[in-house]
Protein backbone atom coordinates (compact mmCIF):
# COMPACT_ATOMS: atom_id res chain seq x y z
CA UNK A 1 0.00 0.00 0.00
CA UNK A 2 1.50 3.61 -0.94
CA UNK A 3 1.71 5.42 1.66
CA UNK A 4 -0.75 8.13 0.96
CA UNK A 5 -3.22 4.97 1.11
CA UNK A 6 -2.17 4.28 4.31
CA UNK A 7 -2.81 7.90 5.63
CA UNK A 8 -5.94 7.86 3.67
CA UNK A 9 -6.83 4.47 5.68
CA UNK A 10 -5.81 6.41 9.00
CA UNK A 11 -7.83 9.35 8.14
CA UNK A 12 -11.03 7.16 7.70
CA UNK A 13 -10.14 5.45 10.99
CA UNK A 14 -8.19 2.11 10.05
CA UNK A 15 -9.20 0.24 13.65
CA UNK A 16 -12.88 1.55 13.52
CA UNK A 17 -15.23 -1.13 13.40
CA UNK A 18 -18.99 -0.81 13.89
CA UNK A 19 -21.97 -2.73 14.69
CA UNK A 20 -24.89 -2.82 11.88
CA UNK A 21 -28.08 -4.20 12.16
CA UNK A 22 -29.29 -6.94 9.59
CA UNK A 23 -32.91 -6.85 8.24
CA UNK A 24 -33.67 -9.50 10.35
CA UNK A 25 -33.23 -7.78 13.81
CA UNK A 26 -34.42 -10.45 16.64
CA UNK A 27 -37.83 -10.54 17.46
CA UNK A 28 -38.33 -11.06 21.28
CA UNK A 29 -40.35 -13.94 21.15
CA UNK A 30 -37.49 -15.53 19.07
CA UNK A 31 -35.35 -15.14 21.75
CA UNK A 32 -31.53 -16.32 19.73
CA UNK A 33 -29.31 -13.15 18.40
CA UNK A 34 -27.30 -13.92 15.16
CA UNK A 35 -24.16 -12.23 15.36
CA UNK A 36 -21.27 -12.30 12.52
CA UNK A 37 -18.01 -10.62 14.28
CA UNK A 38 -14.38 -10.64 14.27
CA UNK A 39 -12.56 -13.16 15.80
CA UNK A 40 -11.21 -12.42 19.10
CA UNK A 41 -13.47 -8.89 19.37
CA UNK A 42 -15.30 -9.88 22.81
CA UNK A 43 -13.99 -11.76 25.97
CA UNK A 44 -14.98 -15.22 26.16
CA UNK A 45 -17.07 -15.21 28.41
CA UNK A 46 -19.61 -12.17 27.24
CA UNK A 47 -21.62 -14.64 24.88
CA UNK A 48 -22.57 -16.73 28.28
CA UNK A 49 -22.64 -13.99 30.69
CA UNK A 50 -25.27 -12.32 28.04
CA UNK A 51 -27.67 -15.25 27.58
CA UNK A 52 -27.50 -16.10 31.18
CA UNK A 53 -29.12 -12.07 32.16
CA UNK A 54 -31.58 -12.01 29.16
CA UNK A 55 -32.27 -15.35 28.66
CA UNK A 56 -31.72 -14.63 24.77
CA UNK A 57 -29.70 -17.38 23.08
CA UNK A 58 -26.63 -16.30 20.84
CA UNK A 59 -25.80 -17.75 17.83
CA UNK A 60 -21.97 -16.00 17.27
CA UNK A 61 -20.13 -16.50 14.07
CA UNK A 62 -17.00 -15.44 13.15
CA UNK A 63 -15.55 -14.18 10.08
CA UNK A 64 -11.35 -13.32 8.96
CA UNK A 65 -11.94 -10.50 6.44
CA UNK A 66 -14.33 -7.85 5.56
CA UNK A 67 -14.61 -9.51 1.87
CA UNK A 68 -15.98 -12.93 3.88
CA UNK A 69 -18.27 -10.70 5.52
CA UNK A 70 -19.08 -8.91 2.42
CA UNK A 71 -20.14 -12.07 0.38
CA UNK A 72 -22.21 -12.79 3.00
CA UNK A 73 -23.87 -10.20 3.22
CA UNK A 74 -24.24 -9.33 -0.30
CA UNK A 75 -25.28 -12.45 -1.41
CA UNK A 76 -28.66 -11.95 1.10
CA UNK A 77 -30.54 -13.21 3.44
CA UNK A 78 -27.64 -14.22 6.00
CA UNK A 79 -29.77 -14.28 9.35
CA UNK A 80 -27.59 -11.92 10.87
CA UNK A 81 -29.09 -9.41 13.53
CA UNK A 82 -25.64 -7.94 14.43
CA UNK A 83 -22.23 -7.38 12.15
CA UNK A 84 -19.66 -5.45 12.37
CA UNK A 85 -17.85 -4.65 9.23
CA UNK A 86 -15.23 -2.18 9.30
CA UNK A 87 -15.74 1.41 8.39
CA UNK A 88 -14.25 1.20 4.76
CA UNK A 89 -16.70 -1.32 3.64
CA UNK A 90 -19.55 0.04 5.43
CA UNK A 91 -20.65 2.66 2.73
CA UNK A 92 -20.80 0.30 0.18
CA UNK A 93 -22.88 -2.20 2.18
CA UNK A 94 -25.19 0.70 2.93
CA UNK A 95 -26.16 1.44 -0.31
CA UNK A 96 -26.87 -1.85 -1.35
CA UNK A 97 -29.36 -2.30 1.10
CA UNK A 98 -28.24 -4.96 3.46
CA UNK A 99 -28.82 -3.01 6.75
CA UNK A 100 -31.69 -1.77 7.92
CA UNK A 101 -31.96 1.76 10.09
CA UNK A 102 -31.23 1.71 14.00
CA UNK A 103 -34.42 2.81 15.66
CA UNK A 104 -32.59 4.70 18.88
CA UNK A 105 -35.57 4.67 20.84
CA UNK A 106 -34.58 1.07 21.61
CA UNK A 107 -30.89 1.83 21.88
CA UNK A 108 -30.94 4.13 25.70
CA UNK A 109 -26.92 4.41 25.92
CA UNK A 110 -26.96 6.02 22.49
CA UNK A 111 -26.55 9.06 24.64
CA UNK A 112 -23.12 7.62 25.95
CA UNK A 113 -21.60 7.35 22.72
CA UNK A 114 -18.38 9.57 21.87
CA UNK A 115 -19.82 12.56 19.44
CA UNK A 116 -16.27 13.09 18.02
CA UNK A 117 -16.51 9.10 16.79
CA UNK A 118 -20.35 9.12 15.44
CA UNK A 119 -19.48 12.19 12.88
CA UNK A 120 -16.12 10.46 11.85
CA UNK A 121 -18.29 7.26 11.10
CA UNK A 122 -21.43 9.60 9.36
CA UNK A 123 -18.70 11.71 7.91
CA UNK A 124 -16.67 8.85 6.19
CA UNK A 125 -19.79 6.10 5.70
CA UNK A 126 -22.68 6.49 7.30
CA UNK A 127 -24.42 10.14 7.15
CA UNK A 128 -26.41 10.53 10.58
CA UNK A 129 -25.35 7.11 11.73
CA UNK A 130 -28.53 5.71 10.64
CA UNK A 131 -26.77 2.48 10.16
CA UNK A 132 -24.23 2.07 12.05
CA UNK A 133 -22.17 3.32 15.68
CA UNK A 134 -18.56 2.56 16.53
CA UNK A 135 -17.66 -0.33 18.44
CA UNK A 136 -13.92 -0.02 18.50
CA UNK A 137 -11.85 2.41 17.61
CA UNK A 138 -7.49 2.50 17.93
CA UNK A 139 -4.52 3.27 16.13
CA UNK A 140 -1.67 1.41 14.36
CA UNK A 141 2.08 2.16 15.13
CA UNK A 142 4.64 1.35 13.83
CA UNK A 143 8.37 0.58 14.75
CA UNK A 144 11.41 0.12 12.69
CA UNK A 145 15.27 0.15 12.91
CA UNK A 146 16.63 2.56 10.20
CA UNK A 147 19.86 0.52 10.63
CA UNK A 148 18.43 -2.81 10.08
CA UNK A 149 16.14 -1.40 7.10
CA UNK A 150 18.81 -0.25 5.49
CA UNK A 151 21.18 -3.40 5.57
CA UNK A 152 18.55 -5.00 4.34
CA UNK A 153 16.82 -2.85 1.58
CA UNK A 154 19.92 -0.49 0.59
CA UNK A 155 20.86 3.03 1.28
CA UNK A 156 17.80 4.68 -0.90
CA UNK A 157 15.35 6.33 0.90
CA UNK A 158 12.12 4.58 1.17
CA UNK A 159 9.13 6.82 1.07
CA UNK A 160 5.88 4.55 0.70
CA UNK A 161 5.13 1.08 1.48
CA UNK A 162 5.09 -0.28 -2.13
CA UNK A 163 8.43 -1.56 -0.71
Same mark, same amino acid.
Given at each position: ???????????? $??? $????????? /???? /????????? !??????? #?????? *??? %??????? &???? =?? *????????? @? +?? @?????????????????????????? =? +??? #? !???????? $??????? =? #??????????? !?? %???? @????????? /? $??? &? %???? !???
Amino acid at each position: MKASGFKKAGKT $LLA $LSLMGVMAG /AVQA /ADKVLHIYN !WSDYIAP #DTVKKF *EDQ %TGIKVVY &DVFD =SN *ETLEAKLLA @G +KS @GYDIVVPSNNFLAKQIKAGVYQELDR =S +KLP #D !WKNLDPAL $LKAVGDA =S #DKDNKHAFPYM !WG %TIGI @GYNPEKVKA /A $LGV &D %TIDS !WDV
